[in-house]
């Protein structure tokens, strides 16, 4: 649904402008007492956390909501580390990384409460929620197996894309496109500048950003001069013969998520409007954090829309010429070696089974099993640890739910190619590609599967999907 604005006189428009501003200003600020105080004390600051939510999902305050969620999940580790310094250990550290994940799973239960009659009518929704039953009986065995916490982050990785989805879906009545690409563009500004920052002065950025406290608290450094080896201890895109060189993760703290976000981000808020944008945040990338991973899914984006868009090819014929690209990827990468490829083709050898629970296998799981009856990995040395699937979001997926992870699968692709020709009537078919792109990049990294990569995308896919409509789920009731 297109939310139609008044032309305003300039004074008018300059109001608007200060009031979306202050908006956003105010969010942040919101989000950071919440983060301070849950560094304090984790009960009071989710209970405080719990009754803002309540309140702004209810309330009408819906701009507020938009903005606050933002800046809430998407930078929570800028937020964390601007919190560090009040954290007791390294326990309620690890809690705090959790946080994007229970906004994110309440606002979508109070969302969904608030817009029943809408869900309970929408198909999409009955598959979002299959899965999320899907998930859930995978999680309670993979707690009973293998403990809450290698269980639960693999969960939070698989359903917080389907949720956030829904949660940008809600937004679409909440806000208009010119807030929403507001609180975006801010976002990505502020990341482009803190690693361009940190590349070029890191010692300067990185008391800016906290980053020392940050990372003692993570277990990486300790001291200044160790966060600045450890910025240069990883070897240019990871490849030994690039040698090494400063990477710089910025505020969003992982070199592998912030590649994505900055290109997923750019790809989303300027492929169909400065182009220029997106091949700066492009060379940002490849220059001052250099994650192949990114590189890869650019590449592969780029090649998929023109494919479709230039050289009208349906989307099957299109992923199906991709997969031409894919499988000697897969195949070099297996045969040299490559941590994410073992991961991957190892997940497959596990589609005949009925799955071994999540946590089974992932580089977040400290579990190093053959299968879920105790029976141990062969002996590989270094790389004994990915024969389980870990280190690929599909390995992972395979090697825990089985056979059923093929149902998982199926529902997520019918999900995007629902989506697909709506966004393509709209000329936003690129957020429908990079979609797509996104779950094929699970081949190569868990990370492709983060808030801050496919998460973010399906979110903005939401919005962009149901603003798209005669009917978002908020004017729906």
């Known amino acids: 649904m297109e939310v139609l604005e008044a032309k305003d006189s300039p004074l008018s428009s300059g109001w608007r402008i200060s ?12 989000a950071q007492c919440i983060y301070l105080i849950c560094s304090l004390s984790i009960i009071t600051g989710y209970t405080i956390l719990t009754l803002v939510l309540a309140f702004l999902a ?4 819906k701009m507020f909501l938009v903005n606050f969620y933002c800046w809430s999940v998407l930078y929570q580790n800028a937020l964390i580390a601007y919190s560090s310094g009040l954290i007791a250990d390294s326990n309620i550290f690890s809690i705090l990384h959790g946080t994007n994940f229970y906004i994110t799973t309440l606002l979508f239960i109070l969302l969904s409460l608030r817009s029943l009659n809408f869900v309970l009518k929408s198909t999409l929704f009955t598959t979002s929620f299959f899965v999320m039953v899907l998930l859930s009986i995978f999680c309670g065995a993979g707690v009973y197996l293998y403990g809450f916490k290698n269980s639960f982050v693999y969960f939070r990785l698989f359903s917080m894309v389907f949720m956030m989805f829904w949660i940008g879906a809600f937004f679409s009545s909440f806000t208009t496109e010119r807030n929403f690409r507001l609180i975006l563009k801010t976002l990505l500004s502020l990341t482009l500048i803190s690693i361009v920052g940190q590349f070029i002065f890191p010692e300067l950025f990185l008391t800016l950003m906290n980053d020392v406290d940050y990372y003692s608290l993570k277990g990486d450094a300790s001291s200044m001069e160790e966060v600045i080896q450890l910025l240069h201890s990883n070897t240019y895109f990871n490849i ?12 969003i703290k992982s070199f592998i998520s912030s590649a994505y976000f900055v290109i997923c981000l750019s790809i989303l808020l300027y492929w169909n409007k400065n182009i220029y944008m997106v091949l700066l945040s492009f060379l940002i990338m490849s220059v001052c954090v250099a994650s192949k991973g990114a590189f890869i899914g650019f590449f592969f984006f780029v090649v998929l829309y023109y494919l479709n868009k230039k050289f009208k090819f349906n989307i099957q ?25 073992i991961g991957f083709v190892s997940g497959l050898s596990y589609l005949d089974t009925v799955g071994n629970g ?14 879920y009856s105790g029976v141990p990995l062969p002996d590989q040395g270094y790389w004994t640890r990915f024969y389980n699937g870990s280190e690929s979001a599909l390995g992972v997926l395979f090697s825990s739910l089985g056979i059923f992870s093929l149902i998982y699968l199926y529902l997520l692709f019918r999900h995007l190619f629902k989506i697909y020709p709506v966004l393509k009537d709209n000329n936003l078919d690129y957020i429908a590609l990079l979609s797509i792109v996104m779950v094929f990049q699970g081949i190569f990294q868990e990370e492709a ?28 009731n």
């Open 358 to 371: 999540l946590g089974f296998s992932g580089n977040l799981s400290d579990i190093r099993l053959a299968s």
């Open 58 to 61: 209810f309330s009408r305050y």
């Open 317 to 341: 014929a299109a992923l199906f010429i991709l997969l031409f690209l894919w499988l000697p990827l897969v195949a070099i990468g297996y045969s040299t070696n490559n941590e994410h490829l």
């Open 240 to 251: 030994s013969s690039f040698g090494e060189a400063v990477r710089a993760p910025g505020f």
């Open 449 to 476: 599967f983060s808030p801050y990569a496919f998460g973010m995308v399906l979110f903005v896919a939401g919005y962009y999907f149901f603003n798209s409509l005669d009917e978002a789920p908020e004017s729906a």
């Open 19 to 30: 009031q979306l501003l202050l908006s956003v200003v105010l969010s942040f600020v919101t």
